[in-house]
């Protein structure tokens, strides 16, 4: 059974950091480009971050370059995703996904291939 398993969510306060962590199983993990995405209250699903197989390329969306840290430990199917400096802005439900990137794994869209069920990111004073 293909299974992605977000967690690490939680409530912080403006400025503060979460790890979230994407547990993967039923598949060749090391094989498998991956993504984070996330969605807001009221909002469109939108590209958070990107990583290769084996994590030597990352790429950001311009929202969250220079706060967010991805990463992933291919050995223990595990994909990471840090957070500093956190905003309000950053609400959300973040999802892991694997995906086919059609121009790049910088560059939306992609094709999604397995999902999680996600996880919640509060980000509230």
């Known amino acids: 059974e293909v299974q992605l398993v977000e967690s690490g969510g939680g409530l912080v306060q403006p400025g503060g950091s979460l790890r979230l962590s994407c547990v993967a199983s039923g598949f060749t993990f090391s094989n498998a480009d991956m993504i984070w995405v996330r969605q807001a209250p009221g909002k469109e699903l939108v590209w958070v971050s990107s990583i290769n197989t084996g994590g030597t390329s990352t790429y950001y969306s311009d929202s969250v370059k220079g706060r967010f840290t991805i990463s992933r430990d291919n050995a223990k199917n595990t994909l990471y995703l840090e957070m500093n400096s956190l905003k309000t802005e950053d609400t959300a439900v973040y999802y892991c996904?694997?995906?086919?990137?059609?121009?790049?794994?910088?560059?939306?869209?992609?094709?999604?291939?397995?999902w999680g069920q996600g996880t919640q990111v509060t980000v509230s004073s």
């Open positions: 996904a694997t995906v086919t990137a059609r121009y790049g794994l910088g560059t939306p869209p992609f094709e999604y291939n397995y």
